[in-house]
């Protein structure tokens, strides 16, 4: 309906001014605010279920200098029917009392009703208005300067026919088939401390059954919401809801199996800062069983996503385990959190694994994502893994605002997220994209590096110069990769003439869980060791060798091949050996004590005895053996290793 504040003056009488009329009664009631119309009125048709509202450019911008409206009209004729508009995400540009950008809500027809409110910055939560009549007034007004992403909402129209009363009794209600709504007490806010209040609702005819949805809900962990199956709360619950802030939240859609229905809201809470909640509720002649309904939600204006009806159902990736994509080579995809732009919701354990085939890699670009802050992201936060489990490395985790885009090594990532039970936020969008395998963007293509394709034919590398000396200052690089992408990398080294030192201080072979220094440590060596390692936990192998300045040796050879699995034997023998040097560290001990305690003194005072060990080496065969560190003092090294000539 037009009012008269909302008329547009200055035009000649005649046949001008019905023109012109009838052109602004087209542009109040069918213009859309968009890029080409930044200042135009749009008028919204509410109903008895949820709609959506978008900002103009939403998710990227709104634009600049726009003074868009909308007239949200829950009925022409009907004064009782209230409107409720729900913000679920804000985020515009932030000024002293708006004054720059800002969204106004106001509590009528036009700007001429009460302000309700003027927001702008970035609302942490969501944030509800409802209004005292039929219409709610919305405008969007920017300037020409820095612009944000815009806002999303939800709107609705209930008509409170049953008014909030003090819970001294339970109160008996009879459903039609027109629905009617149940409030909490003193909503939209909560003053009084209660202990219980309960409703009965029964249907008008006993052959009917009960539908009940919670509408709009806001209350803390203090309290509880409950519908039941029955006459009381002996019958079966349907749903129980407590510390929740949603409106339609999905699986609050209940169907009762007979004509009655029973729902209990208990709290101890008094001056609470939560809203409470609305419930409809309205009978029905066809027997049903309890379900947890799907919100089916109209886009109202072109300014929100090109899809005229979407269906929001409960998140798979949250209720049933680890979703498995799977992505073929040159295809994309994206992964949200439940409801996406929408709120996600509280205490939710959410993951999802993006596997590609073998010879592919995965990159997982972030679009959008604002998460709950907090220091060390120990409330919500997601985290991204090189591989399908937990177990692989970490590529990022993160919160809040600050986010980032990730590259696979491999051909899965895993995505991980967590929420906890207090505020939450929009959510994230990621975009997933399959591309053949190529070198990792964190490898130094400075470094000289040899690249090695694993199979399953045992395969070799070694240091330079092999089997003679390695030089001084070297600094040598080696990427080994799984193109299958099945199979684990057996590492295992075959011979070792390293400069000792401990704990591999001087020279050194390093191997690494990944393509990069910045991956997890496989192993270290060097000296005589024969180690053998396993890369279960990725695609790649990095190793480098590093040398000093001296002493230099043989070096080393070492072997790669592809296996099935780790065996189990290796764990065994780590377990044995833990066990047989424990028994005999705590059998040294034992004797060690002994001897002290029996005051066993069998060297004189201030003489110190050496024990050499006596290594017989033949001139042609000294590059066998591998010789102490040589201590350094005064910043000269002195030759402290005692060898003997064979006579």
Request: with cysteine; hydrophobic share 30%; net charge negative.
């Amino acid at each position: 309906m037009m009012s008269p504040g909302r008329t547009m003056a200055g035009f000649g009488a005649g046949f001008g001014a019905p023109i012109m009329l009838l052109l602004m009664i087209i542009t109040q009631v069918f213009g859309v605010c968009d890029i080409a119309n930044r200042r135009v009125e749009t008028e919204l048709m509410a109903t008895q279920d949820v709609e959506y509202l978008y900002s103009p450019g939403w998710r990227i911008s709104y634009y600049s200098n726009t003074d868009c409206k909308w007239l949200i009209n829950g009925s022409d004729t009907d004064s009782a029917f209230r409107v409720l508009v729900d913000v679920t995400y804000l985020s515009i540009e932030n000024s002293p009392g708006c004054s720059y950008d800002g969204l106004s809500i106001y509590d009528g027809s036009s700007t001429s009703a009460t302000l309700l409110g003027r927001i702008c910055n970035r609302l942490p939560t969501g944030r509800m208005y409802l209004m005292t009549g039929q219409f709610a007034y919305l405008r969007l007004k920017s300037d020409s300067s820095v612009q944000a992403t815009g806002f999303s909402l939800r709107y609705l129209k209930y008509k409170p026919t049953t008014p909030s009363t003090a819970c001294t009794s339970t109160v008996s209600l009879t459903a039609s088939t027109t629905l009617q709504y149940l409030t909490s007490p003193d909503f939209p806010s909560q003053q009084n401390a209660f202990d219980t209040c309960t409703w009965l609702i029964s249907a008008s005819s006993g052959s009917s059954t009960l539908t009940v949805n919670v509408v709009f809900l806001d209350i803390d962990g203090e309290e509880m919401l409950s519908i039941y199956d029955g006459s009381d709360n002996t019958a079966t619950q349907l749903v129980s809801l407590s510390n929740d802030r949603t409106t339609f939240t999905d699986g609050s859609t209940v169907t009762t199996t007979g004509d009655k229905a029973y729902i209990q809201f208990s709290t101890a809470v008094m001056d609470s800062v939560r809203l409470g909640f609305i419930v409809s509720y309205n009978e029905s002649s066809s027997t049903a069983t309890t379900t947890a309904s799907a919100l089916t939600t109209v886009a109202t204006t072109s300014a929100a996503p090109v899809v005229a009806t979407t269906t929001y159902t409960a998140p798979s990736a949250c209720d049933s385990g680890t979703i498995t994509i799977t992505a073929t080579s040159g295809s994309s995809g994206y992964i949200t959190t439940p409801d996406y732009p929408e709120f996600y919701g509280h205490n939710l354990a959410c993951s999802w694994v993006v596997q590609a085939s073998a010879g592919e890699q995965i990159s997982l670009t972030a679009v959008d994502s604002s998460l709950e802050d907090s220091d060390g992201c120990s409330g919500d936060v997601v985290s991204i893994y090189d591989g399908s489990t937990t177990s692989y490395p970490l590529l990022a985790s993160f919160c809040g605002t600050t986010y980032q885009s990730v590259n696979g090594t491999g051909t899965s990532i895993l995505v991980v997220f967590t929420s906890d039970g207090s505020s939450s936020d929009r959510g994230f969008k990621f975009q997933y994209t399959v591309t053949a395998q190529e070198t990792p963007t964190c490898v130094d293509s400075g470094r000289n590096i040899t690249n090695l394709n694993a199979t399953t034919t045992v395969q070799y590398f070694t240091s330079d110069n092999y089997p003679n000396d390695y030089t001084s200052n070297e600094d040598s690089h080696w990427l080994i990769y799984n193109p299958s992408g099945v199979g684990v990398i057996k590492v295992a080294v075959e011979d070792s003439r390293i400069e000792a030192s401990y704990p591999c201080s001087y020279d050194k072979v390093t191997l690494y869980k990944g393509p990069c220094e910045s991956y997890p440590v496989l192993g270290t060596f060097c000296g005589e060791e024969k180690p053998v390692y396993y890369q279960d936990t990725g695609s790649y192998v990095y190793a480098r060798f590093v040398s000093d300045t001296d002493s230099n040796y043989k070096g080393f050879r070492v072997s790669y091949v592809l296996v099935d699995e780790v065996p189990s034997s290796t764990s065994t023998y780590l377990i044995i050996g833990a066990i047989v040097g424990g028994v005999l560290g705590a059998i040294i001990l034992v004797a060690i004590g002994f001897a002290v305690y029996k005051g066993i003194k069998k060297y004189k005072a201030g003489k110190t005895y050496r024990t050499a060990s006596k290594v017989s080496v033949d001139s042609d065969d000294e590059e066998n053996h591998t010789p102490a560190r040589k201590p350094t003092k005064g910043g000269v090294k002195l030759d402290s290793l005692l060898v003997q000539k064979k006579s």
